[in-house]
């Protein structure tokens, strides 16, 4: 196939592309809105967030009662099910697959189909993941770390030598290489903070670092072969109690063109620029996200940490790529993994988005400590305020960029009737115009107001019986997005 020179001939490619293209995952959320300029895009889902009207979506009618340890059971299921089996042969020979999450199971399977996983491989990205190689790969490309010592400690003492070595002071962050939403991320500061976290941090090689007061947020780009490709920059919602029971949770992201000033954007876009081609030399390409950190002492910008994959800022990425510069991220990582030759501008696709309008996505979950059977849920759609703070149901969608106001909103709802809800499952996703989270990381009003008026809409019953739900698992907690 000849290059590809060029927006034009790379959209025309989409628009006419034959083999299929799945997304296989729990929910569809990742990568929505994607399909509007890949139309043999499908969703394979374990959710029918949509109930049947997105034409694009495949559920498994006999989902029987599996037991899920994490995201991968789900990916792993859908694709050995036979209805996904018998569905996928309909769609015609070979194709190419995306997943969040896999492991080397996934990339049999889907080899098995002759399908291409258009993904890093699981032991790459799996490498990648660790908290300490991502630091020493930051130290490699030139991209500052939070000051930091890397080493082991048996004990607290051993702790405090190790921090001494590294001039970093007696308030410590501790973290271990692997681990979801802050849940192996450890603050230490005295002896008695040690003893409680001990078991978990013994014998494995730490990160220890100062401690600072940082402003948070996360930025995904895209490693090709023409360089890294950086997306909108975004803020977190982080840990608000109305949308987690998890402190330290991840709820969400804001998007506006003025998150940063002049100067510290474009310090963060050649930080990423630099993590980019350092990934891409290792033999990553394709979608990843990074999290930053700001001192709000002195103003130091730092590498967070790094997700290899695709992840909860991808879908709010590509809708400002796309509605703001026509060209979604995740296009030019299928592009990297199905082969294609193609030659592009960075520089002059990285300005379509300079400027955009602001929106946000928060993602909430059951707070609750106890089990319940869900008897009703609001429908995916279009959900507009009253004038009574209540809301309605304006139309079924599922263009969830579709927002035309700002007393509207997009909902997808993940948990369906029948299923069941407990402490930490992921209930509903809401998409606004405008902040839902102020200066000071507080929820607004209006976020306040969507986020319980969505909850009241979900009708559940009480469980007096042990009853253990099918995705109950903590580890798969912040995973399904």
Known sequence: MKKLNGLTEIYKFFRTYKKPIYFVSASPFNILGLGQLVPSLTYVNYFDCFDGVHHRVFTPKDRGSPEFTCLEDVVNYLLDHNETKTFMEKQGEGGHMMAVMFNEKTEQLAKSRGINLAMPSYELRNHLDSKIVTTQMANEAGVA?????????????????????????KDLVVQTPYGDSGKTTFFIACKKDWQQVEKLIVGQEIKVMKRIDPRCGTVEAVATKHGTIVGPILTELVGHKELTPYKGGWSG?????????????????????????????????????????????????????????????????????????????????????????????????????????????????????????????????????????????????????????????????????????????????????????????????????????????????????????????????????
Request: proline fraction near 3%; charge should be neutral.
């Open 145 to 169: 770390s939070v000051p930091n010592v890397l080493g082991e400690a048996d004990t607290f003492e051993q702790l405090m030598d190790l921090a001494k070595s590294g001039k970093l002071g």
């Open 253 to 481: 992201n804001e998007g506006f063109a003025n998150v940063l000033e002049k100067t510290a954007r474009t310090k963060l876009e050649r930080m990423v620029k630099k993590f980019g081609e350092r990934l891409y030399q290792e033999g990553y390409k394709g979608t990843f996200c990074i999290d930053y950190l700001i001192d709000k002492k002195d103003g130091r910008m730092y590498l967070g940490e790094l997700n290899p994959r695709i992840s909860g800022a991808s879908p709010i990425t590509n809708l400002l790529t796309q509605k703001y510069g026509g060209i979604p991220l995740l296009m030019f990582h299928l592009l990297e993994h199905m082969g294609i030759d193609y030659d592009i501008n960075i520089r002059e696709i990285q300005k379509r988005w300079s400027d955009f309008d602001t929106w946000s996505q928060v993602v909430f979950k059951h707070t609750g400590d106890d089990v319940r059977l869900l008897k009703q849920v609001p429908r995916s759609g279009i959900w507009r305020t009253t004038q009574n703070n209540d809301v309605e149901l304006v139309r079924r969608t599922a263009d969830w960029s579709n927002v035309s106001g700002m007393d509207e909103a997009f909902f997808l709802r993940i948990l369906g009737p029948g299923e069941y809800i407990y402490k930490g499952a992921d209930m509903g996703v809401l998409l606004v115009r405008g902040h839902l989270q102020t200066k000071n990381d507080k929820l607004t009003p209006r976020a306040k107001n969507w986020v319980g008026a969505m909850k009241s809409r979900f009708q559940s019953a009480s469980l007096e019986t042990e009853i253990h739900p099918s995705l109950s698992d903590t580890d798969i907690l912040g995973k399904i997005f």
